[in-house]
């Protein structure tokens, strides 16, 4: 597949600032939110408690505030995010907590508004080949992490990522996210070999999203130290004041007490 611009002999290694966050730097990225931003009030709680746990007390440099405005949902009928509201209310927490911000955009008329609120986008599997979208996001220039969708290829998703290069964007990165799978013990599959082969093949930052492949939080914390011991340039990792009243992927998303636990794990194991 024609993919140029992301191939490792076409160019430097992809390094690129998210506010003060290195991507693609020899320091791991932490993305970490909460799956829907459900109120001000919530967000700027967990904006606080991240903060505290990764730049206060474990001093790392590159973290972002991740949360969802739209939320893509099997159901029609399950909540859909707050939209435009949300991200003033994202936007005011992470200026609080002094962190980057980012948000999941789904639909091309909405990444100006998006972009004009947040340090970086993503965009979420079921759109990885939404090339109207990834032309816009292009156009607009802000960083863009892209989810490798969950029935995709390697080539096919670098093939996605040509569409954000090709439209003159550099600041790009990719997000593994797990493939569909026959184990029923887990929501997706979590294909680890995809770290080292992206960093051979790819020019561009790979970062792996834990708490989807897992779909349950008691695993998210075994994902998290076999994506950094993989060389994966960073994490994104859900996280919930009270995920058993989340809106959005209850199960998956850590309280508090084990996000903060398992960044401290992955400091004694020096994965961070």
Known sequence: MDCRKALRE??????FRVGGALVGGEEPVIIAGPCSIESPEMIHEIAGMIKKVLVDELG???VILRGGAWKPRTSPYSFQGHGAKALEWLREAGDEAGLPVMTEVMDPRDAELAASYVDALWVGARNMQNTPLLRELARIGKPVFLKRHFGATINEWLCAAEYLLAGGLEEVALIERGTRCINEYARFSLDITVVPIVKTVSRLPI??????PAGRRDLVPW???AALAAGAHGLMIEVHPRPDEALSDARQQLDPGAFSETMRELRRMKLL
């Open 207 to 212: 970062l792996v999203d834990v708490s989807h």
């Open 10 to 15: 076409s160019g430097d290694p992809v390094r």
């Open 60 to 62: 790392l440099r590159n």
């Open 223 to 225: 994902l998290a130290r």
